[in-house]
């Protein structure tokens, strides 16, 4: 076994790229039940005759480990099943790790604090109804770059999940308020203007998102994001699959009507 000292050793010397790649390793784990499995797996690695750098990748994987178990205390429904729901076989595996959903991220006193902040600001806007071939209907929007202290520290909470380490979060938070008969069609956000990752608050009420593959219109999968959850969305999910948010009509997952009231979502994106 190592002792203390050589531990903070490891600490001290694992680099800022090995725990930007331990911390994305975390992130693919993070909202999965075997997260502790993987741990174990990379313990056992290192115990086992393992080299100095997987011993390093061991100590920064507790750090992190250490931090995750705090930022999700409040966090659950994690299980991809119990928001997703697929097509097709290929969707469901890679969706389930490129499309997260972690329920009751925000406390309902944190959805408060949220909207008395934003709705004097999306008050002042009158709700556009676009033209039929436009990407959403029934909508008003704004941007936010500063925030009440309370708010700050909410927002870093997505950050800090949703973005590893060196990844740079745009300056300004999209809300978007989509009035109970709004919906958003098909679409993939513009690369010019957004990097790998898009993370949504849902405020005031639930709905579903569905994402279908951009070639293979018959890869599709709905996703339950209810009222106060946070999506994390990248990679494939982000680049390979239009996303939607379903009208009220067809607010439906696993059989079961989603009501579909006023939402307004609150997006944290990275820099392209
Ligand atoms: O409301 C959402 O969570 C999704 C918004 C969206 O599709 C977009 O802004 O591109």
Same mark, same amino acid.
């Given at each position: 076994?190592?002792?203390?000292?050589?531990?903070?050793?490891?600490?001290? *010397?694992?680099?800022?790229?090995?725990?930007?790649?331990?911390?994305?390793?975390?992130?693919?784990?993070?909202?999965?039940?075997?997260?502790?499995?993987?741990?174990?797996?990379?313990?056992?690695?290192?115990?086992?005759?393992?080299?100095?750098?997987?011993?390093?990748?061991?100590?920064?994987?507790?750090?992190?480990?250490?931090?995750?178990?705090?930022? %999700?205390?409040?966090?659950?429904?994690?299980?991809?099943?119990?928001?997703?729901?697929?097509?097709?076989?290929?969707?469901?595996?890679?969706?389930?790790?490129?499309?997260?959903?972690?329920?009751?991220?925000?406390?309902?006193?944190?959805?408060?604090?949220?909207?008395?902040?934003?709705?004097?600001?999306?008050?002042?806007?009158?709700?556009? %109804?676009?033209?039929?071939?436009?990407?959403?209907?029934?909508? =008003?929007?704004?941007?936010?770059?500063?925030? *009440?202290?309370?708010?700050?520290?909410?927002?870093?909470?997505?950050?800090?999940?949703?973005?590893?380490?060196?990844?740079?979060?745009?300056?300004?938070?999209?809300?978007?308020?989509?009035?109970? *008969?709004?919906?958003?069609?098909?679409?993939?956000?513009?690369? =010019?203007?957004?990097?790998? *990752?898009?993370?949504?608050?849902?405020?005031?009420?639930?709905?579903?998102?569905?994402?279908?593959?951009?070639?293979?219109?018959?890869?599709?999968?709905?996703?339950?994001?209810?009222?106060?959850?946070?999506?994390?969305?990248?990679?494939?999910?982000?680049?390979?699959?239009?996303?939607?948010?379903?009208?009220?009509?067809?607010?439906?997952?696993?059989?079961?009507?989603?009501?579909?009231?006023?939402?307004?979502?609150?997006?944290? =994106?990275?820099?392209?």
């Amino acid at each position: 076994m190592f002792n203390l000292s050589f531990k903070n050793m490891c600490l001290a *010397t694992v680099s800022k790229k090995l725990r930007a790649q331990v911390f994305d390793h975390r992130y693919e784990k993070a909202s999965c039940h075997s997260l502790t499995v993987q741990h174990e797996f990379i313990k056992n690695a290192s115990l086992s005759g393992g080299n100095l750098r997987q011993t390093r990748l061991f100590y920064s994987a507790s750090s992190f480990h250490a931090e995750l178990q705090k930022d %999700t205390s409040r966090q659950t429904n994690v299980h991809a099943s119990d928001y997703l729901q697929a097509n097709d076989e290929d969707t469901q595996i890679v969706l389930s790790t490129s499309m997260k959903v972690y329920d009751n991220f925000i406390s309902q006193e944190e959805e408060g604090s949220i909207l008395n902040e934003i709705e004097p600001y999306l008050r002042r806007l009158r709700y556009e %109804t676009s033209h039929w071939d436009d990407a959403i209907h029934g909508y =008003r929007e704004t941007e936010r770059k500063h925030w *009440t202290e309370k708010n700050k520290q909410i927002l870093q909470r997505v950050k800090d999940l949703a973005f590893p380490p060196g990844v740079a979060p745009l300056a300004y938070i999209h809300i978007l308020d989509l009035q109970k *008969t709004g919906y958003i069609k098909p679409h993939i956000d513009a690369v =010019r203007f957004c990097g790998d *990752t898009i993370a949504g608050l849902s405020l005031l009420s639930s709905c579903v998102m569905r994402l279908t593959h951009e070639k293979d219109e018959a890869k599709y999968a709905d996703i339950l994001l209810k009222r106060r959850s946070l999506y994390i969305m990248k990679n494939v999910a982000r680049y390979d699959y239009k996303h939607e948010v379903l009208p009220e009509e067809k607010s439906v997952f696993k059989g079961t009507v989603i009501p579909k009231e006023r939402r307004i979502s609150v997006i944290c =994106r990275n820099e392209p």
